[in-house]
């Protein structure tokens, strides 16, 4: 079997950097000019910016801890609900 070893096209959004995901889109930055620039010095303007960024990371931290509290309400509740259960069975026990 033969390989082929031919050079193939980089799909663009693979040039030069890596890709970033940002609101359902994939924004790449273009390839460093000069061997002392930043790759993140010529980059394109994406989707997003960075505060609406950091809106949402602050917003989804907001949101899980709020979830997390619940968790806890709930594991409490959970706990409360078995030790009562127990005892009107030790109850249920005692009086046969």
């Not at 359902?24 to 960075?50: D, Y």
Request: with cysteine; glycine share 4%; charged share 20%.
């Amino acid at each position: 079997m033969a390989f082929d070893f031919t050079p193939r096209a980089t799909p663009p959004h693979r040039v030069g950097t890596l890709p970033v995901f940002v609101s359902s889109r994939w924004c790449s930055s273009l390839p460093p000019s000069g061997p002392a620039s930043s790759p993140w010095a010529t980059a394109p303007p994406c989707a997003a910016s960075e505060v609406e960024i950091k809106a949402l990371s602050f917003n989804y931290a907001a949101m899980l801890k709020e979830k997390e509290e619940q968790l806890g309400k709930l594991r409490e509740e959970n706990g409360s609900l078995k030790r009562s259960l127990e005892s009107c069975k030790a109850v249920s026990a005692n009086s046969n």
